[in-house]
């Protein structure tokens, strides 16, 4: 067999199609979401390249539709969650065996499939199920993904080339093991290009996986494993399983051969779930790496010598794009006394010409919330506010969900900093404003800096360089990604690695080497040529007379 050193193809971010009227992929996408909607499929789960059915039906509604039916997915319990476990395992050694390039030949040619004919595909289930709008879609399940997929196999190649220097007589070099045992991901239901990436990531460094998807993101979740079936991926090197949350944390975190979680959340979950691994320590071969993106509280500050009207754009943009569940969605603002009047008025003006509705009208900004337990928490929250003193709803505030779960972008303007809107992440387009008097801008850096305990996005606004750099080094722990003279969403792979600190993750960048970094378990060889065959030391001969 021939071998190389191989160099993989230069990852260059894939371009974001238009939509606008008339252009072809307007087209593509509003046929391809005619022909899903038009029928309803049965969702299996896949263990060991086998499709499990089961006796419990679950049915698949878009959020924006809720009398449409989708589909169903088969739901599984234990069984099958020990079932792909086992699968799981008995795939490792000839995954891990396998090549890294043939491991990176797949994860190309899943990207390149995803690229082409599976784009409009990827996009019609991910607006469909988790009714998100045509442009939201397309920065998120074609390419997000792609990038993910094709700048991963890019770190996994520089990973291996990391190697130590060697001195005379002696070869060091550094072998990335993968992880002992299985890995589980665990993937939410606002990103689909999230969902692809923590169980892809985790196989591309030889590792095998168990991954259990939102039932939410299930409907798009099943076109994902449909690609990456097409583009060669072994049977049993990712099995999706259908389960509880309950089932899971049983089965899972009690497995002497769990190696680590792949996780993206809530904070409450991923916490729990760091507190069952620390209980069951004692059960694992291995200490498990726990690697987890969790919850925001993402803010906009802007500074008095800010634009105004880039920062009600940002504000916009940032608290309503795919309804304010992003992970990164800017959910409160602190803006100065000097400017709020103008901003107040830009931002209304942009809100009176936003369009709510389902996503299949091209024309909606806003589309449904994703199900009814997130519309009545919002709607409850709402309620609240209108029925505080300390608060008041200066734009939005309507609810609906008699044909879907829809919320108005809605814009709270917050008498107290310590209002619960401003410190409480309600995950849904609900931005709250505290306005500050200007001379008591460091004042309230600091209640920005301990209002929350999560440190995910932040964006600050300011056309002077001192204020600048002065909010940057001074809220420097409250963001893992920050954005200056930007909306706090929206990171790129390979420009922005996504994770945020504190209470919001352990921080460990999504689409960057460092995450791939988890994945795997060095060993350090090093070989002599010419061993010793003495085991004196010069120093240990007496001095010559």
């Given at each position: 067999?021939p071998?190389?050193?191989?160099?993989?193809?230069t990852?260059?971010?894939?371009?974001?199609k238009?939509?606008a009227?008339g252009?072809?992929e307007?087209?593509?996408?509003?046929?391809?979401v005619?022909?899903?909607?038009?029928?309803?499929?049965?969702?299996?789960?896949?263990?060991?390249?086998?499709e499990?059915?089961?006796?419990?039906?679950v049915?698949?509604h878009?959020?924006?539709?809720?009398?449409?039916?989708?589909?169903?997915?088969?739901?599984?319990?234990?069984?099958?969650?020990?079932?792909?476990?086992?699968?799981?395992l008995e795939?490792?050694?000839?995954?891990?065996?396998?090549?890294?390039?043939?491991?990176?030949?797949?994860?190309?040619?899943?990207?390149?499939?995803?690229a082409?004919?599976?784009?409009?595909?990827?996009?019609?289930?991910t607006?469909?199920?988790?009714s998100?709008?045509?442009?939201?879609?397309?920065?998120?399940?074609?390419?997000?993904?792609?990038?993910?997929?094709?700048?991963?196999?890019?770190?996994?190649?520089?990973?291996?080339?990391?190697?130590?220097?060697?001195?005379?007589?002696?070869?060091?070099?550094?072998?990335?093991?993968?992880?002992?045992?299985f890995?589980?991901?665990?993937t939410?239901?606002?990103?689909?290009?999230?969902?692809?990436?923590?169980p892809?990531?985790?196989?591309?460094?030889?590792?095998t996986?168990?991954?259990k998807?939102?039932?939410?993101?299930?409907?798009?979740?099943?076109?994902?494993?449909?690609?990456f079936?097409?583009?060669?991926?072994?049977?049993?090197?990712?099995?999706?399983?259908?389960?509880?949350?309950?089932?899971?944390s049983?089965?899972?975190?009690?497995?002497?051969?769990?190696?680590?979680?792949?996780?993206?959340g809530?904070?409450?979950?991923?916490?729990?779930?760091?507190?069952?691994?620390?209980?069951?320590?004692?059960?694992?071969?291995?200490?498990?790496?726990?690697?987890?993106?969790?919850?925001?509280?993402?803010?906009?500050?802007?500074?008095?010598?800010?634009?105004?009207?880039?920062?009600?754009?940002?504000?916009?943009?940032?608290?309503?794009?795919?309804?304010?569940?992003?992970?990164?969605?800017?959910?409160?603002?602190y803006?100065?006394?000097?400017?709020?009047?103008?901003?107040?008025?830009?931002v209304?003006?942009?809100?009176?010409?936003?369009?709510?509705g389902?996503?299949?009208?091209?024309?909606?900004?806003?589309?449904?919330?994703i199900?009814?337990?997130?519309?009545?928490?919002?709607?409850?929250?709402?309620?609240?506010?209108?029925?505080?003193?300390?608060?008041?709803?200066?734009?939005?505030g309507?609810?609906?969900?008699?044909?879907?779960?829809?919320?108005?972008?809605?814009?709270?303007l917050?008498?107290?900093?310590?209002?619960?809107?401003?410190?409480?992440?309600?995950?849904?387009?609900?931005?709250?404003?505290?306005?500050y008097?200007?001379?008591?801008?460091?004042?309230?850096?600091d209640?920005?800096?301990?209002?929350?305990?999560?440190?995910?996005?932040?964006?600050?606004?300011?056309?002077?360089?001192?204020?600048?750099e002065?909010?940057?080094?001074?809220?420097r722990?409250?963001?893992?990604?920050?954005?200056?003279?930007?909306?706090?969403?929206?990171?790129?792979?390979?420009?922005?690695?996504?994770?945020?600190?504190?209470?919001?993750?352990?921080?460990?960048?999504?689409?960057?080497?460092?995450?791939?970094?988890?994945?795997?378990?060095?060993?350090?060889?090093?070989?002599?040529f010419?061993?010793?065959?003495?085991?004196?030391?010069?120093?240990?001969?007496?001095?010559?007379?």
């Amino acid at each position: 067999m021939p071998k190389g050193i191989y160099k993989v193809p230069t990852p260059k971010n894939e371009p974001v199609k238009s939509y606008a009227p008339g252009s072809p992929e307007r087209a593509e996408l509003q046929a391809k979401v005619k022909e899903l909607r038009s029928k309803e499929i049965e969702v299996p789960n896949y263990i060991g390249g086998k499709e499990v059915y089961t006796e419990k039906k679950v049915a698949m509604h878009p959020p924006y539709d809720i009398k449409h039916t989708l589909g169903h997915y088969h739901q599984g319990g234990k069984e099958e969650l020990n079932l792909a476990i086992d699968a799981a395992l008995e795939a490792k050694p000839a995954w891990e065996a396998l090549s890294w390039e043939h491991r990176a030949s797949i994860f190309l040619k899943a990207a390149d499939l995803i690229a082409g004919p599976y784009r409009q595909k990827m996009n019609a289930a991910t607006m469909l199920a988790q009714s998100k709008n045509a442009f939201q879609a397309e920065i998120d399940s074609a390419c997000e993904i792609i990038d993910f997929l094709r700048f991963n196999v890019k770190y996994m190649t520089e990973i291996y080339a990391q190697q130590p220097e060697s001195s005379d007589g002696v070869w060091n070099r550094v072998e990335q093991r993968p992880l002992e045992g299985f890995v589980f991901a665990l993937t939410p239901f606002n990103f689909t290009a999230i969902a692809g990436n923590l169980p892809t990531s985790v196989a591309m460094m030889g590792n095998t996986v168990v991954w259990k998807a939102s039932r939410s993101a299930i409907y798009s979740a099943n076109v994902l494993m449909e690609v990456f079936r097409e583009a060669g991926l072994p049977d049993g090197v990712i099995n999706l399983v259908h389960v509880s949350g309950s089932v899971a944390s049983d089965v899972i975190f009690s497995h002497p051969d769990f190696a680590g979680i792949h996780f993206t959340g809530s904070t409450e979950v991923f916490q729990t779930i760091w507190k069952t691994i620390g209980n069951n320590i004692h059960n694992y071969k291995t200490y498990p790496r726990i690697v987890g993106e969790t919850g925001g509280k993402d803010y906009i500050f802007a500074h008095p010598s800010a634009d105004a009207k880039a920062v009600a754009v940002a504000m916009t943009r940032g608290a309503f794009e795919f309804q304010g569940q992003k992970c990164s969605a800017a959910s409160r603002a602190y803006i100065p006394s000097s400017m709020w009047s103008d901003v107040k008025e830009y931002v209304l003006e942009d809100l009176k010409n936003i369009k709510v509705g389902s996503p299949e009208d091209f024309t909606n900004f806003v589309n449904a919330v994703i199900d009814e337990p997130a519309f009545d928490k919002l709607a409850k929250a709402i309620d609240d506010i209108k029925a505080s003193e300390d608060a008041e709803i200066i734009a939005g505030g309507s609810y609906d969900k008699s044909e879907g779960y829809f919320i108005d972008p809605t814009i709270v303007l917050a008498h107290d900093p310590h209002f619960f809107s401003m410190e409480e992440e309600l995950f849904g387009p609900i931005l709250t404003v505290y306005v500050y008097e200007d001379k008591e801008l460091d004042k309230t850096l600091d209640i920005l800096d301990n209002t929350s305990m999560y440190a995910l996005t932040g964006a600050i606004f300011s056309q002077c360089r001192y204020g600048i750099e002065k909010l940057t080094k001074r809220l420097r722990n409250t963001a893992g990604n920050f954005y200056i003279n930007d909306k706090p969403t929206g990171a790129v792979v390979g420009q922005q690695p996504f994770g945020g600190a504190r209470g919001s993750g352990t921080n460990d960048k999504a689409g960057s080497m460092i995450n791939l970094l988890r994945w795997v378990s060095p060993r350090t060889i090093k070989e002599t040529f010419v061993p010793a065959k003495d085991y004196m030391y010069p120093n240990f001969q007496p001095d010559s007379e």
